[in-house]
């Protein structure tokens, strides 16, 4: 997890993310990290284990508390870096955060996609992809941070395959990353299936995910605008399953979902309203998960 410094709503990103809100909103880096602090918190009072990097400065990077969107941690042993979309998001990349981790865990390899954006084609990590491990799966809804040739790229260097489909909001807006729409956990997948128009794509979503043994619990439209689909399953120290989210997220879920998921995670929320509203993005986001061997 990247602690903020200068966050603030980004131009650069709001034009596609339409989670994003300007508003007149005072003292919005002051309470950002209010939100995040707690979230640590919260995160570490339930035995998960949290490594926790300043943002810098200088350079200017007003998403850095998103920094799963640059890289992903692999349990081979690899590191992939991602093509970001805006200018300002490529500046998180930072070799020193690797060097950090290489202390603590196991890096094999590290491979650097970020020379697609040369072409203009880009793949935002973990925000593009939502990554079912455990079958080697690569789900992405395809966007302007989210490019066919660059996910196949990832998926051969990688051992996944690719499910690829098309989402949208209510208004007909490409959504921009998958990780907002949904969530795959062990067992379970939370899918808003309102947002996949094409009846064949979304029979193939569907069918993917039984295929793979999950148990699909939906989510509307409006419960993915509160960023119910915005999930993430942890592994805490004592070996328990966490569904981490947001409190807004949480809120948003009705009695029966809840008990869906509660069959097999706990589940933990934290208010992030500033960091959602700015930044489009919420508390799987945030998190960067590690899944290098330890030294």
């Not at 410094?5 to 980004?10: A, E, G, R, S, T």
Request: hydrophobic share 35%; proline share 3%.
């Amino acid at each position: 997890m990247i602690r903020p410094v200068n966050f603030k709503f980004n131009e650069q990103t709001a034009g596609n993310n339409k989670f994003q809100q300007a508003t007149a909103q005072q003292n919005v880096q002051a309470q950002a990290l209010k939100e995040f602090d707690d979230f640590v918190s919260l995160l570490r009072k339930n035995q998960v284990e949290v490594t926790v990097i300043d943002d810098t400065l200088h350079p200017e990077t007003p998403d850095s508390i998103f920094p799963n969107n640059w890289v992903s941690f692999h349990d081979d042993g690899q590191v992939f870096l991602y093509p970001m979309f805006s200018d300002n998001r490529r500046l998180e990349r930072r070799d020193d955060i690797i060097s950090k981790l290489n202390e603590n865990f196991t890096i094999r390899d590290v491979t650097d996609l970020s020379f697609y954006e040369e072409n203009s084609a880009y793949l935002e990590g973990t925000g593009s992809m939502v990554l079912d491990r455990e079958n080697k799966t690569a789900y992405a809804c395809l966007s302007v941070r989210t490019d066919e040739k660059v996910l196949a790229d990832f998926c051969e260097r990688s051992g996944y395959s690719a499910l690829t489909f098309h989402a949208t909001d209510a208004e007909g807006f490409p959504i921009y990353h998958t990780n907002v729409m949904m969530c795959i956990g062990d067992g379970f997948a939370v899918v808003c299936l309102e947002s996949v128009p094409d009846e064949r794509e979304r029979e193939n979503l569907l069918s993917e995910l039984r295929s793979d043994g999950h148990e699909i619990i939906t989510i509307s439209l409006d419960q993915m605008n509160h960023f119910a689909g915005n999930m993430l399953q942890v592994r805490n120290s004592s070996g328990d399953l966490l569904l981490v989210m947001s409190e807004q997220a949480y809120l948003s879920l009705n009695a029966s979902q809840l008990e869906r998921l509660e069959k097999y995670s706990s589940i933990i929320y934290s208010p992030l309203d500033t960091i959602e509203k700015n930044g489009g993005g919420s508390a799987r986001c945030m998190l960067a998960e590690i899944h290098l061997e330890k030294k």
